[in-house]
């Protein structure tokens, strides 16, 4: 079992920054990949950003504006937000994937509003 908690959500204007972290805790050795989604009140979850091993992705619509770093000591992954824009508000959920399973957290609310 691996279990994930998000911090750092929050309101913020557009145009600023904002710094999602993800705690992971339990059985996570050898985690294969980690990520951040995201999702609009009745929309489909979106993938944000995601990295496994040395290699990274992202949603087209968050290139250039948001990064994603893990942190292997601390078995945390950060996504740095800048530039925020309005469209960006949704819940944002840390993913594990992990021996063939993916693990969630609870989300945090993300709201970008001047």
């Known amino acids: 079992q691996v279990q994930l908690v998000e911090s750092g959500g929050g309101l913020v204007q557009p145009g600023g920054s904002l710094r999602l972290s993800c705690a992971a805790s339990?059985?996570?050795?050898?985690?294969?990949?980690m990520g951040w989604y995201r999702q609009v009140i009745g929309k489909e979850l979106e993938l944000v950003a995601r990295?496994?091993?040395?290699?990274?992705n992202y949603a087209d619509s968050v290139k250039g504006r948001f990064t994603i770093s893990r942190d292997n000591a601390k078995n945390t992954v950060y996504l740095q937000m800048n530039s925020l824009k309005p469209e960006d508000t949704a819940v944002y959920y840390c993913?594990?994937?992990?021996?063939?399973?993916?693990?969630w957290g609870k989300g945090t609310l993300v709201t970008i509003s001047s």
């Open positions: 990295i496994s091993g040395g290699s990274t």
């Open positions: 993913n594990a994937f992990h021996f063939g399973i993916n693990y």
């Open positions: 339990g059985s996570i050795f050898g985690i294969n990949a």
